[in-house]
């Protein structure tokens, strides 16, 4: 049974850090591409940045390049998301998605999909 699992979120002090993992079971996330949204309350879910098979990032939100970091460990069959510089805006439920093609910003494009961890920034 194929399965994506979603770890790591809580709360954090603005400027703050956390590290959230994907892990995948059941298959291998070797030729897919990974992809992290959030769903904030009263908002719609968005992409937020994706890693591709090849290992290349693309950034989809503006305000969290330079501080939003992903990673993929493909002999783990993992994928992290290394959050630095929390401020509240970032407040939201955060989501792994797995497609077996390139990124995408469209979270329709994604079949797959981890249960969601919450991240709350807040002093």
């Known amino acids: 049974q194929s399965q994506l699992v979603d770890s790591g979120g809580g709360l954090v002090q603005p400027g703050g850090s956390l590290r959230l993992s994907c892990a995948a079971s059941?298959?291998?996330?070797?030729?897919?591409?990974i992809g992290w949204f959030r769903q904030a309350p009263g908002k719609e879910r968005e992409g937020v940045l994706c890693i591709n098979s090849s290992g290349t990032t693309f950034y989809y939100v503006d305000s969290v390049k330079g501080r939003f970091t992903i990673s993929r460990d493909d002999a783990k069959n993992t994928v992290s998301l290394q959050m630095n510089s929390l401020n509240p805006e970032d407040t939201a439920i955060y989501y792994c998605?797995?497609?077996?093609?390139?990124?995408?910003?469209?979270?329709?494009?994604?079949?797959?999909w981890g249960q969601g961890t919450q991240v709350t920034v807040s002093s």
């Open positions: 059941g298959f291998s996330l070797n030729y897919y591409a």
């Open positions: 998605a797995v497609r077996q093609s390139w990124c995408s910003d469209k979270a329709y494009m994604y079949p797959d």
